[in-house]
């Protein structure tokens, strides 16, 4: 059974950082893109971050370059998401998603599209 599982969210203050993981088992990552997204409460689901499988190239949404970083370990079957500089607005429910191609910009619809294997999510809150 194909499964992802995310970790390390959490309640941080605004400033403070988290780092994500999401693990596979059931299946190799090798040979996926990987990305993160995020559904804030009452909003669609956008994406954050994704990193290819071939030259691990990566995109990132404008609102959170400079201050997150995506990478994977495929040795661990995992993929990271390092949250720094953390703002309230970075609020949601991150997902890890396992596809075909990296890109940030798709719709929700598109993303479940491109994006076929998806983790539960972990709930990241940024207040004081």
């Known amino acids: 059974q194909l499964q992802l599982v995310e970790s390390g969210g959490g309640l941080v203050q605004p400033g403070g950082s988290l780092r994500l993981a999401c693990a596979a088992s059931?299946?190799?990552?090798?040979?996926?893109?990987l990305g993160w997204f995020r559904r804030a409460p009452g909003k669609e689901r956008e994406g954050v971050a994704c990193?290819?499988?071939?030259?691990?190239?990566?995109q990132y949404a404008d609102s959170v370059k400079g201050r997150f970083t995506i990478s994977r370990d495929n040795a661990q079957n995992t993929v990271f998401l390092q949250m720094n500089s953390l703002k309230p607005e970075d609020t949601a429910v991150y997902y890890c998603?396992?596809?075909?191609?990296?890109?940030?910009?798709?719709?929700?619809?598109?993303?479940?599209?491109?994006?076929?294997?998806w983790g539960q999510g972990t709930q990241v809150t940024v207040s004081s």
């Open positions: 998603a396992a596809g075909k191609i990296c890109t940030v910009y798709a719709n929700e619809a598109v993303q479940s599209i491109i994006y076929d294997s």
């Open positions: 990193i290819s499988n071939h030259d691990r190239s990566t």
């Open positions: 059931g299946f190799t990552l090798d040979d996926y893109v």
